[in-house]
């Protein structure tokens, strides 16, 4: 019920109206009262607290100002119904915007201060400090409100950054980005190109996928591409195919379109350009699988990617810390086991149920 509401329901006979009340966590919750002009011990009393407790009481006006509302001093509901209670005798003062407030706890979130402040949810919210940086306050973050002094939260428009991807201009909200997501935001396959990062008066930069670049860095200019493969007309050179797989095997993978081959140097299948699930740095990956000649009376185990899957979000991937040297070049190992529910039969499995556990494992790291 908002205060014109009270006021016509008062005008008709009716003895109660109704205010919201919220701690410190602004999450009101509506509260009928018997009056329409309580005091500040009555709203805390329908709040759920006594005077022992020396309980805060404050009116949220509309224009986001906190007014004190004393044990015996009666709130005018015209102005607003909402109302905060807190068990604190004393305040905390801070600014938001440059607009004083006193606040009765020695903690506030970032969410508060935004409610508070009216700040537009795309705007960031900082704490200035004096002898080092400003904090950037997030939503969830709680800060901590000195006894002494007054602590300022100011609410800025997000910094963004620009970078050119071959002749597109990308703009990202975060300092660094890594060269797969620069691609990315460009529509880029960063598989696809040889990436060059030109930065002036610097020497010219190859990037992997899973480099991370930084903004901020003075005279970047941009990403230049070249195509990796880049020929005179000639065909392809015919796959490799050192050892025979089951025909089984062999007419999935065609039928798949996969470019794949045998090298009997280790005994591996390679599959070129195996799609990944979104959510790591890179698309595509050279993935390797060790088919041994006992094969398919010794199970295929594990798996080997190339580059090394990285997630964008960050993070250590279980049990792929070790790598192996497969023509040359440095795979990830991804340790990946059957269990003793789903133990290998040489009539049944083969390298296409292997390929089922490849694609489940990789894509539930990032939760796909």
């Known amino acids: 019920m908002t205060s014109n509401e009270n006021t016509v329901a008062l005008g008709r006979g009716n003895r109660t109206v109704t205010v919201e009340i919220a701690r410190t966590d602004l999450a009101f919750h509506p509260v009928e009262i018997d009056t329409a002009t309580p005091t500040g011990g009555k709203i805390a009393k329908v709040a759920g607290f006594n005077s022992d407790q020396h309980p805060h009481v404050m009116q949220w006006l509309p224009d986001g100002d906190l007014e004190d509302i004393r044990v015996q001093e009666e709130a005018d509901l015209s102005k607003s119904i909402k109302f905060i209670v807190a068990e604190n005798s004393s305040s905390h003062r801070i600014t938001i915007n440059d607009e004083t407030l006193d606040w009765p706890a020695d903690v506030i979130s970032g969410a508060v201060v935004r409610k508070l402040g009216k700040i537009d949810p795309a705007d960031d919210i ?183 899957l990285v997630r964008r979000t960050g993070g250590a991937i279980p049990a792929t810390q070790t790598t192996a040297t497969i023509r040359g070049l440095s795979f990830q190992r991804w340790s990946r086991h059957r269990g003793a529910g789903s133990k290998w039969n040489p009539k049944t499995d083969n390298v296409i149920t292997h390929l089922a556990i490849v694609e489940s494992a990789i894509a539930k790291e990032v939760g796909q």
């Open 126 to 308: 900082y704490l200035e400090r004096d002898d080092e940086p400003d904090l950037l306050v997030r939503d969830q973050d709680l800060i901590k409100i000195k006894a002494e002094g007054v602590e300022e939260f100011k609410s800025r428009k997000p910094d963004v950054w620009k970078l050119n991807v071959q002749g597109k201009v990308i703009v990202s909200k975060s300092s660094t980005i890594s060269a797969a997501d620069a691609m990315a935001e460009a529509n880029f396959d960063p598989n696809a190109w040889i990436m060059i990062l030109k930065v002036q008066g610097q020497p010219k930069r190859q990037l992997q996928p899973s480099d991370v670049i930084d903004l901020t860095t003075p005279g970047i200019e941009k990403i230049r591409l070249t195509a990796k493969d880049v020929n005179n007309g000639e065909a392809p050179p015919a796959p490799r195919r050192d050892f025979a797989l089951q025909s089984v095997d062999e007419q999935y993978l065609d039928a798949l379109g996969f470019r794949w081959e045998t090298d009997a140097t280790g005994r591996w299948l390679i599959i070129h350009d195996y799609p990944v699930s979104p959510g790591y740095t890179v698309t595509k990956v050279t993935l390797a699988i060790q088919v041994l000649p006992t094969y398919p009376q010794t199970q295929i185990d594990m798996f080997y990617v190339y580059p090394a």
